[in-house]
Antibody, heavy 124, light 113 residues
Framework: QPQLQESGPGLVKPSETLSLTCTVS??????????WGWIRQSPGKGLEWIGN???????YYNLSLKSRVTISADTSKSQFSLKLISVTAADTAVYYC????????????????WGQGTTVTVSS | DIVMTQSPLSLTVTPGEPASISCRSS???????????LDWYLQKPGQSPQLLIY???NRASGVPDRFSGSGSGTDFTLKISRVEAEDVGIYYC??????????FGGGTKVEIK
């Protein structure tokens, strides 16, 4: 069973950039079988999808965050990353990385593997 | 954007009794292949979400058969035939018709009496 592990600073100052990395073990992020994504959960709130990256390098973002988000991948390290610029207190959340088992026109199996989540607080 | 609406917001259930959660989407989630692109996830207290149901009615690996998903188009239901104490948590539906663009419902909190 593959494992995903988020890492990054737990505290970010307002207006700065939030940077997180998800390290994937037991699987290949170069596989055409999966997308790799980020989801967040603000305190007391529900889940919000942030975006995904496919093995081809194609990225897909939540329209509400698109102007501030970049997701990238480093296949040599089996990692993919999230950058969110110009953060505010509203970006305080638990950030999860997850695997979307989906191959266009072939199959779909949902977000079947999740990381444990990492808490990011935006505060001065 | 597709809006996902869940009801009720919360549910308190007696162990052994059934439970049902509704999810409605603002657009049809049925693709031309006949599949409904609707998932259900459970987030147990202090844990990451876990996949329960994908494509409307398919149980994920390891999910007990007391969980079932049904529905089509814009109306979906998650049923727990006999609730157990370990089923407490927040249940989310998620549309995937626009995969890889995804949208979650607001969640339904299930508690045990």
């Amino acid at each position: 069973q593959p494992q995903l592990q988020e890492s990054g600073p737990g505290l970010v100052k307002p207006s700065e950039t939030l940077s997180l990395t998800c390290t994937v073990s037991g699987d290949s992020i170069s596989s055409s079988s999966y997308h790799w994504g980020w989801i967040r959960q603000s305190p007391g709130k529900g889940l919000e999808w942030i975006g995904n990256i496919y093995y081809s390098g194609s990225t897909y973002y939540n329209l509400s965050l698109k102007s501030r988000v970049t997701i990238s991948a480093d296949t040599s390290k089996s990692q993919f990353s999230l950058k969110l610029i110009s953060v505010t207190a509203a970006d305080t959340a638990v950030y999860y990385c997850a695997r979307l088992k989906y191959r266009p026109h072939y199959y779909y199996y949902g977000l079947d593997v999740w990381g444990q989540g990492t808490t990011v607080t935006v505060s001065s | 954007d597709i809006v996902m609406t869940q009801s009720p917001l919360s549910l308190t259930v007696t162990p052994g009794e059934p439970a049902s959660i509704s999810c409605r989407s603002s657009q049809s989630l049925m693709y031309r292949n006949g599949n409904n692109y609707l998932d259900w996830y459970l987030q147990k207290p202090g844990q990451s979400p876990q996949l329960l149901i994908y494509l409307g009615s398919n149980r994920a690996s390891g999910v007990p058969d007391r969980f079932s998903g049904s529905g089509s188009g814009t109306d979906f239901t998650l049923k727990i035939s006999r609730v157990e104490a370990e089923d407490v948590g927040i249940y989310y539906c998620m549309q995937a018709i626009q995969t890889p663009l995804l949208t979650f419902g607001g969640g339904t909190k299930v508690e045990i009496k």
